[in-house]
């Protein structure tokens, strides 16, 4: 048996927060990014990417994947036991 469930590339990821509003199962969040330690020493904004924050709320209805604009999400099959 398998289980739909998104896939976000980081570097692809603007941050804009479309899935996060999109996702009726609060499954996805915006995290923050960790900057190398001489950018936090600048004073530079952090940066938010999403993220699949609780996979098991997710249903795989793939709303997440037609919002994004960036192509930052995809579906994609996972394993799961019937145990």
Partial sequence: MTKRI????ADRCHGCG????VCH??????????FPRWKNLLGLPLKYKAA???P????GCGHCVTICRHRAIQ????PV???
Avoid: F, G, M, R
């Fill in 6 to 9: 998104p896939t976000i590339h």
């Fill in 25 to 34: 199962q609060y499954a996805i969040a915006l995290v923050e990014q960790p």
């Fill in 52 to 54: 699949l924050s609780y």
């Fill in 56 to 59: 098991q709320a997710c249903t």
């Fill in 18 to 21: 479309d899935c996060v509003e």
């Fill in 75 to 78: 579906i994609e099959k996972i």
């Fill in 81 to 83: 036991s019937n145990t």
